[in-house]
């Protein structure tokens, strides 16, 4: 079956040239002309991946966003204008997993869609058997990257895959420091000038979501102040 793209954008020509793209590439392709009907559309059936205008009239791809993530871990790659540091910034707060700037070559983002889609705990999730070996194992917390499953407590948590790129990161150095700069460069693999704060907002989300099923687990995620982070391992 197709894995199955929601392409969001108040400009028929982009949706149009995306569309054409994406289908040469075998996915199957949903369109939605403004931040609304994106919602109605996502709330109520499952994408794969969704392609996200940031400026969109009626409900703008900031709040796209922020209300899918209440519900979904559906990759998001928001689509932004040049100008637009501090939106891109904001995109990330509340969830995006990527973005790509507009001009941009359709080709750049179907590349994108490819990444995210192989890296994805949304589309990569079955069952491991028992002979699995990509498996880090702690008393509260289990990553099992053969499967692209996290199980805290012994129930799965269900995160985005810069979520769970960035704890599986940092779960293989247990108890080494990384700084922010270093955490920007290795888990968004490509050239990223984004904000500091794009760290602290996927670390602060990432411990919400653990917390709620292993407050332990949640706890292995340390914050070295003056520096950044590290997966703690407690003896």
């Known amino acids: 079956m197709a894995e199955k793209i929601l392409i969001v954008d108040d400009e028929e020509r982009i949706r149009k040239l995306l569309n054409m793209y994406l289908v040469r590439e075998g996915y199957e392709t949903v369109e939605a002309a403004d931040g609304q009907e994106a919602l109605d559309l996502a709330m109520g059936q499952d994408f794969h991946c969704i392609l996200l205008d940031l400026m969109m ?59 995210i889609l192989k890296r994805s705990s949304e589309t990569a999730f079955i069952e491991a058997d028992a002979t699995a070996k990509d498996v880090i194992a702690y008393d509260h917390l289990v990553i099992d990257n053969d499967a692209h499953r996290v199980l805290a407590n012994e129930v799965k948590v269900n995160l985005t895959p810069k979520e769970y790129e960035l704890l599986l990161f940092l779960a293989k150095s247990p108890d080494k420091v990384f700084d922010r700069e270093v955490l920007l460069k290795e888990v968004w693999h490509y ?45």
């Open 191 to 235: 050239d990223f000038y984004g904000d500091l704060r794009t760290v602290d907002t996927h670390v602060k989300r990432l411990r919400e979501k653990l917390y709620k099923v292993s407050p332990e687990a949640s706890e292995m995620i340390h914050t070295v102040w003056g520096i950044g982070y590290k997966f703690e391992v407690n003896e």
């Open 57 to 115: 009239p009626k409900v703008d791809g900031i709040e796209v966003a922020k209300q899918l993530r209440k519900q979904k871990s559906t990759p998001i790659i928001m689509l932004t204008a040049k100008g637009e540091e501090n939106n891109r910034v904001e995109g990330f707060e509340v969830g995006a997993d990527d973005y790509i700037v507009k001009p941009f070559s359709p080709r750049e983002v179907v590349l994108r869609v490819k990444a």
